[in-house]
């Protein structure tokens, strides 16, 4: 049940094998953490990240980040895997310019992920699993709100073939036609 805040409580664990219990030092410290019943909902996380000269720890500064590339976000206690998209962090505007790559140089951008609720200014690591047992850190930043409605926009050219115009309207077809 519920146990009210500055309570002293004594927890028991059971079925834990002998050698995973020697593995627990005794001056290290074991903390247990339980969820608030909104905690866990998932929603559209937005951050505000940077790469700094701190996130090339293997020298891989020439393999860019891409936007949808699954990185590993640790944000407080929590570590998940995501597909970030990231975008410009514009101040003066609702909508925000779609980023293909993640900037570099120590350049601040703003990074959509799909994650848990999580209160804010909620402190960010952002990791990239380079080869089987090493991980990259890539960025680093907070995350700035919980927001579904925030609007990222994409640049792209559309071609067709015009078949009706009239004044300001125009009726086009195969624009999203792919001959490929």
Known sequence: ???????FVTIVIEGVSLSAFERVSTTSLLTAVTLLPHENKVSVLHMNLSQTTQCDNYG?????????????FRCGWRTWKARP??????LN???HKFERFMPTNGA???????GPVTYTPCPVLVFRRMEMDKTDLVALGSIFNADADRIVVKRIIL?????RVHKRHATVKYMFYNPD
């Open 85 to 90: 998209v990231f975008s410009q962090n514009n």
């Open 93 to 95: 505007c609702d909508k």
């Open 60 to 72: 891989d500064t020439d393999k860019p980040v891409k936007s949808k590339d699954r990185l590993y």
């Open 159 to 163: 071609t067709g073939y015009p078949t």
């Open 1 to 7: 049940g519920c146990v009210p805040s500055g309570t």
């Open 108 to 114: 601040f951008f703003s990074s959509a992920v799909f």
